[in-house]
């Protein structure tokens, strides 16, 4: 079974800096994409950022300069550096695996696989 453990957490006061970490099984690690999802209270989950199997980043335009993705394939963990916190940022973050990749019969496939989650409060 796949295990998805985020990391890094926290109450931080607006303008502050917080390190989300994400680790999973390095037997999928090369061949997933990894995404990083947030949940505020009454809102909808939304995508934060994502990160290709080579290494491109996209973000949300709400997080963009404010935000980084990055990925240490030596540790099967997949970071989120995020800089100038803001109240608007606290939400519940998860971290979601898309394992993808061809069967030897030729057919596509992607198995995604999410995290606990791990809180993230931006507050004075």
């Known amino acids: 079974q796949v295990q998805v453990v985020e990391s890094g957490g926290g109450l931080v006061q607006p303008g502050g800096s917080l390190r989300l970490s994400c680790a999973t099984s390095g037997s999928i690690f090369s061949s997933s994409a990894m995404y990083w999802y947030r949940q505020a209270p009454g809102k909808q989950r939304e995508l934060v950022a994502s990160i290709s199997t080579g290494g491109m980043p996209n973000y949300t335009d709400s997080v963009k300069g404010r935000f980084t993705i990055s990925r240490d394939n030596a540790k099967n963990t997949v970071l989120l550096q995020m800089n100038s916190l803001e109240p608007e940022d606290t939400a519940v973050y998860y971290c979601?695996?898309?394992?993808?990749?061809?069967?030897?019969?030729?057919?596509?496939?992607?198995?995604?696989?999410w995290g606990q989650g791990t809180q993230v409060t931006v507050s004075s």
């Open positions: 979601k695996v898309v394992q993808s990749g061809v069967s030897i019969y030729g057919n596509p496939y992607a198995y995604d696989y």
